[in-house]
């Protein structure tokens, strides 16, 4: 298994402000993504994060919104810029491990912008 | 990315009932994945299903995966409170970027 922690576990922001969330695994993976999770909804993927290169966004995100880093195995960052209040929501980081069929979830961030 | 329906999407019994929460594609997975969120944190992985008509327990959950690997089920056999929160599962379509197809998710409420 993996253990995921996330910093901030939750904010409240100024419209028009960015924050970064950051993401470190105990162990080293293979994949690292970020999620937004709306209240009562389901998980939306917004990209996936690559060590050392530029992540891979789904339709919907981009990366001047949404800029994320991954600069080694077991930590990545996803920055939310120039917030608005549709941007509150919770934000997860997931890991997959390398070779199995098991992905697991952060605690998540609950960011809520006024 | 494929979906997955899941149904019911609320669920609402009394501690002491049973329940069942379906998860159903027209697409194959290699794996399925079903998890548990309780308010204010994050998916706690519960069991991956791997084989056809494979069946794993938990305790008091039972979690199915059809024969076609297209569907799966989770049984919750005398509820207890504890039990609620939202279950969602997630299918892997064991494509090369490793994405999960998740359900929309079923909200269990068990009443004491």
């Known amino acids: 298994s993996a253990v995921i922690s996330q910093k901030p576990s939750r904010d409240i922001c100024q419209r028009g402000t960015s924050l970064t969330i950051q993401c470190q695994v105990d162990?080293?993976?293979?994949?690292m993504f970020w999620y937004r999770q709306q209240p009562g909804q389901s998980l939306t993927l917004i990209a996936t994060?690559?060590?050392?290169?530029?992540?891979?966004?789904e339709s919907g995100f981009v990366i001047d919104k949404f800029p994320i880093s991954r600069p080694n195995l077991t930590f990545s960052t996803l920055t939310v810029s120039n917030m608005s209040p549709e941007d509150s929501s919770i934000y997860l980081c997931s890991v997959r491990l390398v070779f199995t069929d098991t992905q697991y979830f952060g605690p998540g961030t609950r960011l809520t912008v006024l | 990315t494929q979906l997955l329906e899941q149904s019911p999407q609320f669920l609402s019994i009394q501690e002491g009932e049973n329940l069942t929460v379906y998860c159903n594609s027209s697409s194959v997975f290699s794996s399925l994945q079903w998890y548990r969120q309780e308010p204010g944190e994050g998916p706690v992985l519960l069991v991956t299903?791997?084989?056809?008509?494979e069946v794993k327990k938990l305790k008091r959950l039972t979690f199915q995966f059809g024969d076609a690997r297209k569907d799966s089920s989770l049984h919750i056999t005398a509820a207890q409170t504890g039990d609620t929160g939202l279950y969602l599962c997630?299918?892997?379509?064991?494509?090369?970027?490793?994405?999960?197809?998740f359900g929309a998710g079923t909200t269990v409420t068990v009443r004491a």
């Open positions: 997630a299918g892997d379509p064991r494509s090369n970027d490793y994405k999960l197809s």
């Open positions: 299903v791997v084989t056809g008509g």
């Open positions: 994060a690559n060590q050392g290169s530029e992540a891979t966004y």
């Open positions: 162990s080293q993976v293979t994949m």
